[in-house]
Structure formats: structure tokens, C-alpha cells
């Protein structure tokens, strides 16, 4: 683009010299009006580059397959996992899995990926093999350009299952993560024994204190094409605001952590993923209502909240997840509890308060679900 405008200047200095030679009136107004046409060409050429740019993106992100070595193993505090891909609904999914006994499977939310678990997945490996994929799109999963909403992410995780031969599973679901989750739940019920939802206000729920609307980014995500615009080269600028606004405890998501995280939303058309689901946010409102009305919930489910959120002002009264579950009538055997000095980021903020309530909710389980 640098040498694109140089040789544009140069070649307007050069015609501006010779134009100097002559001492014409009508020449120069004629130079001048297309001087001004050309101009605008170059204007709209610039414009019409920026999209391309991105419409670039996307096809690349669309064609690469992620590139991944099968069996990679590697430890977290002394427990070991090991990083696979697998063909599920017409997608490459990866995931990570280890541990042993009955099968949970943690399905992480936005702006994060499979990583989000690190803190508990040790200490749950211990009594429990333990499924954590990359949600389509994101992380090392191939982004497809559509099928972001949560029956279609739902069917990839349900595929994914299946093929590791999974009968019953105890499922888990923080952010996005969690319509994905509450949307497997409601589709196949008898997959799953007990269902973990964390932070995430339902589509089709309306926030009366927030003009029914939600959180300003959800409708700036749902733009088509000027998020992925504006964002393009500033993904870490942006996300962290996330990760630092939505915390209680700032710190708990280090930089190292971060950089983690946006070395995958920087990748061709990561964020575009992300965004994606937000804009799948109209179906899964027809679809939490449909579903709540022909396939309500009856198995267990425990809903957690954080309590402060430090970028919306402080403490926010109640449950928005609870109370979004209870006017969706989205299920009917609902426990909840509000997690204390903990943001929206909860596995990372409180591990260890999390860990507890999984270890009630679930109890002592080591049938074998395949």
C-alpha cells in the first residue's frame, strides 16, 4: 500500500511540473477536475482495499485446516493431558483430555479457549476423564463461516462424545459456552446427568434494567463486518479490557494468560468466530423458547454467578443467569449459588470455591459411562 501511494505522489508531482510550464487557465482547471476525480478513485480504492483485507481474512480462515500434531501430551501441576483433533459435523475440532473415571466435559466461553480450565482441570482429573474442547471457531478448531449458534455447536460436542465413546456425561458451561451446554442438555437429554452453568444471561431473556439490550458489546458484536474492522491489529487492546474489566481479581488472568488467548483471536478470522456467536444470539432465542416449551430441563442443574464486576459499576443483585433461566422457564430442578470475590471470570478467579461446589454437585461418581 506504502509504494502504491509513492508512486502516486510521484506521478502527480511530475504532472504537476509539467503543468507549470504551461500558463493556461483552462488546462489547469481541467488538471484540477481530474486531480479531484482521480482522487476520489484513490479514496474509494483505499476503503474498498480495507474490506478486501478483511474479506481476505476471512477465505483463509476458511480454507486453512488447523495444523495440528495428534497426541502432544503435556503436564499441568504434575497431572498429564494430551491435545487431540477430531472430524466432527463437518468441522476439525480440537480438544484436550486426561484423567480417568466418569467423563466431564468443559466447554469454555468467549474471548477464551479450551485454556480457560487450567486451574481446576488437575484436581478434577483425579476422579474424572476430563473433555475440553476449542468451541468451533475457536482456539485450534477450523472456523467455518457459519453454525455458531447453540444447537449446531451443541451437535459438534455431541459428535465429539459419541465418537470417544461416551454414553453419559456431567457437563459444564461458563459464557457462550454455557447456551452450547444448556442447548446439548435440552436435545439430548439422557447424554447428560448433571448440567453446571456459568455466566451467561440467556438469549431471549429481557433485561429490564438494561433496556432489554444487554451489555453494550453484545450489539456491537452482532454488527456484520465493523467489529472485525475496527478491531483488526488492536485484538489485545481490546480483550484484555474484558479480561481485566469482568474480574473481580484482575490478576487472576496474568499477561502471559492474555497473550495466550488473543495468539489465538489475532489468528485469520479468530475473531470473526467470536463474534459470530453473538450474531447467532436471535436464533438461540427462538430456540431456548422452543426448547423450554417441548423439551424443559428435568435433570439436575446448578447455576454459579459471580458477584462484582468492577467495568458494570460493582455488585449487581441476584443471579442475571438464574434469573434468565427462571423466565425462560429453561429447567425445573435449579440450584444456585453467587460466587463471593469472584468477577465473571469464575474458573479462574475462584478455582477452589469452584472445585468444592463440583465436588457437591456431583458427589461420588466412578460408574463407568461408556
Do not use: C
Not at 192 to 214: A, H, N
Request: net charge negative; aromatic share 14%; proline share 6%.
Amino acid at each position: 500500500m506504502a509504494q502504491k501511494i509513492t508512486i502516486i505522489f510521484i506521478t502527480y508531482q511530475l504532472v504537476y511540473f509539467k503543468m507549470n510550464e504551461k500558463d493556461n487557465f483552462s488546462f489547469h482547471f481541467s488538471f484540477s477536475r481530474t486531480l479531484i476525480f482521480f482522487m476520489i478513485i484513490f479514496a474509494i480504492f483505499i476503503v474498498v482495499s480495507s474490506l478486501s483485507l478483511n474479506i481476505n481474512h476471512i477465505a483463509i480462515a476458511q480454507q486453512q485446516q488447523p495444523l495440528f500434531i495428534e497426541d502432544i501430551s503435556f503436564d499441568i501441576d504434575n497431572v498429564t493431558f494430551s491435545h487431540h483433533m477430531a472430524s466432527v459435523n463437518g468441522i476439525q475440532m480440537h480438544y484436550v483430555i486426561g484423567g480417568k473415571g466418569d467423563p466431564i466435559v468443559l466447554l469454555h466461553g468467549w474471548p477464551q479457549t479450551w485454556y480457560a480450565w487450567r486451574h481446576i482441570m488437575p484436581a478434577l482429573a483425579k476422579n474424572y476423564t476430563l473433555i475440553v474442547p476449542d468451541l468451533r471457531g475457536l482456539g485450534d478448531s477450523s472456523k467455518p463461516p457459519t453454525g455458531y449458534d447453540g444447537k449446531t455447536t451443541a451437535e459438534d460436542i455431541y459428535q465429539l462424545v459419541s465418537q470417544l465413546g461416551f454414553k453419559q456425561i456431567f457437563l459444564i458451561g461458563h459464557d457462550i459456552g454455557a447456551q452450547t451446554a444448556y442447548s446439548y442438555a435440552a436435545v439430548h437429554p439422557n447424554n447428560v446427568r448433571k448440567l453446571v452453568i456459568m455466566e451467561l444471561t440467556f438469549p431471549g431473556y429481557m433485561l429490564p434494567s438494561l433496556g432489554g439490550t444487554g451489555r453494550w458489546w453484545v450489539s456491537f458484536h452482532q454488527t456484520p463486518d465493523i467489529p472485525e474492522i475496527l478491531v483488526q491489529g488492536k485484538e489485545q487492546e481490546y480483550l484484555t479490557w474484558f479480561y481485566k474489566g469482568l474480574a473481580y481479581n484482575p490478576s487472576a488472568i496474568t499477561q502471559a494468560d492474555i497473550d495466550e488467548f488473543v495468539s489465538h483471536y489475532s489468528d485469520p478470522g479468530g475473531m470473526r468466530a467470536g463474534f459470530e456467536y453473538y450474531r447467532a444470539f436471535p436464533q438461540d432465542a427462538k430456540d431456548n423458547i422452543e426448547l423450554a416449551a417441548t423439551a424443559k430441563l428435568t435433570i439436575p442443574l446448578l447455576v454459579l454467578s459471580g458477584d462484582i464486576y468492577p467495568a458494570l459499576g460493582g455488585d449487581i443483585p441476584g443471579s442475571m443467569t438464574l434469573n434468565s433461566i427462571q423466565s425462560l422457564a429453561l429447567a425445573t430442578n435449579v440450584q444456585s449459588v453467587i460466587v463471593p470475590y469472584s468477577g465473571h471470570w469464575i474458573p479462574e478467579e475462584r478455582p477452589d470455591f469452584l472445585l468444592d461446589q463440583l465436588s457437591k454437585f456431583f458427589g461420588n461418581s466412578n460408574n463407568d459411562s461408556k
